[in-house]
Structures are given as C-alpha cells and as structure tokens.
C-alpha cells in the first residue's frame, strides 16, 4: 500500500467509536447535525436547555438504530461553573469525547435603541460565552483523543443583520474565537466553524417579502437544509484531517456578492 493510499484509508474511517457532543441538539440543525454524526458511527451527547420531549424522541429514535449510541443532557449552558459537569457526566456516558459542536444559539432583533443590558447577556452568553467556556472544560478530554472542536456561526458574522446588532456582534466574536482556539490548541485538538446562510426560516413570522428578497441574493435561488450544515460538520469532524482555524459559508454562495 502506498502512502498516499494509506493516508487516504485512513482518512475515510467512519466516525465508530467516537463520541461528539452536539449543544442546543433537540431540534432544527442541532438535531441534524446530531442524526448524521450518529448515521456515521459516533455516540452521540444530544444537550438541550428547554426542549426535553423533543431531545428524548431524537435520542430514542437513534438508539432503536444502535442499542446505547445517543443519550440526553440537560443544562441551560449560561451557568458556566456547572460546564465541566458536563463533560464529565459525557465523558462517563461514553468512555471520551471526540468532537465537541457548539450549535447552541439564542437569535432575535435588538434594534439600537431598545437594546438592554439583559439582551446583551443573553446574546452574548449564548452565542460566544457558553462555546468560550465549554470548549475550555472539554480541553483535556479532547486532547486525549486529539478530537476537534466545531462551531456553528453565520454568515451574518461578516456582515450585519438589520436589527441584530448584539447577535451580530456576538456571532462575530465566535468567528474570532475560532481562530484564536485554533491556533492554540494546536497540534492536539482542531477547530473550525460552519457559517450558515438561509437554512431554516425563524420560526417567527417572516413576511414573503422578505424571504423572496433573501433568496434573491442566493445564487443558487434557494434556501439551504438543515442536512448541508450537519454534512459539512461531519466533514470537519472526520475528513478534514488537515484543516483548522477555517470557517465554512454553507450559504448557497450568498456572502460571495458580500
């Protein structure tokens, strides 16, 4: 066997025996995300703070397809001194812990005027403190098993959303801490991010003007599915051997125009 053949073989491996815990996973790309990791072989952690039927079904539904391969855990991930329970209640489930996926976010308008003091810390705790803080807990778990790290942004981290400011600032700050944990937990744990464009509409009203006027900017003049995030993370996660500090626009080339 060449080299150039054995470093491919190895490359190709399924995600068996590892362990990914996946954040805010109950539901919408979360849960996508979760359902592909597992499709791939991984054990899956499905965290959730409020949605506890649906992250129950998720996981009842992924062990009926492998006895024991996905297991529920509750927190509201803003109490940063309870993060490294968590990954150690994870870690005792499954025996590691491979790929950590900060998913979980908080998303809504704080258009400049209105904006107060609690919208700045439950944005900004949601969407940078709480990633900042479990990737920290998770450092010795994922150095063990030289696992990686992924974070879901947006694309709205470059550019700014109408009326988003704090969650504008707050993505663009988990752009940066991407980068930073990237360059240093190197060589031992790899990080990387997937920006999503239009994947799901809010699930607050949205007029058809405005989502006719999003997907004008679209070249591919549609928006995307919760499936082309999770197929990008699992290539994060198990492919991309020799990529980190990147974050992928999984946008139907939207921010190309940007």
């Given at each position: 066997?060449?080299?150039?053949?054995?470093?491919?073989?190895?490359?190709?491996?399924n995600l068996?025996?590892?362990v990914a815990l996946v954040t805010g996973a109950a539901r919408r790309i979360g849960a996508a995300i979760a359902t592909r990791l597992h499709s791939d072989g991984a054990r899956v952690a499905v965290h959730y703070r409020g949605s506890a039927t649906d992250a129950e079904l998720l996981v009842s539904q992924l062990n009926k397809r492998r006895a024991n391969s996905a297991a529920a855990f509750q927190l509201d991930l803003q109490y940063t001194d309870e993060l490294p329970s968590l990954i150690a209640d994870v870690t005792d489930w499954g025996g590691r812990l491979d790929i950590?996926?900060?998913?979980?976010s908080t998303f809504y308008p704080t258009p400049a005027g209105d904006i107060s003091e609690d919208h700045w810390d439950d944005l900004m705790g949601a969407n940078l403190k709480a990633p900042l803080f479990l990737s920290q807990a998770a450092?010795?778990?994922?150095?063990?098993?030289?696992?990686?790290?992924?974070n879901i942004v947006d694309i709205h981290s470059q550019r700014p959303l109408r009326n988003h400011t704090v969650y504008g600032v707050a993505k663009a700050g988990l752009a940066m801490l991407t980068r930073s944990l990237a360059r240093?937990?190197?060589p031992d744990i790899r990080v990387n991010g997937v920006s999503p464009g239009a994947i799901l509409?809010?699930?607050?009203?949205?007029?058809?003007?405005?989502?006719n006027s999003i997907l004008g900017q679209i070249p591919l003049k549609r928006p995307g599915d919760p499936d082309d995030i999770a197929a990008c993370v699992l290539f994060l996660a198990r492919d991309a051997t020799y990529v980190t500090g990147q974050?992928?626009?999984v946008d139907g080339g939207r921010s190309m125009g940007w």
């Open positions: 066997m060449s080299p150039l053949y054995r470093d491919w073989a190895v490359m190709s491996e068996q025996n590892k950590l996926v900060n998913n979980a450092i010795t778990e994922l150095r063990a098993t030289h696992g990686a790290i992924i240093d937990l190197a509409w809010p699930e607050d009203d949205m007029t058809e003007t405005t989502r974050i992928i626009a």
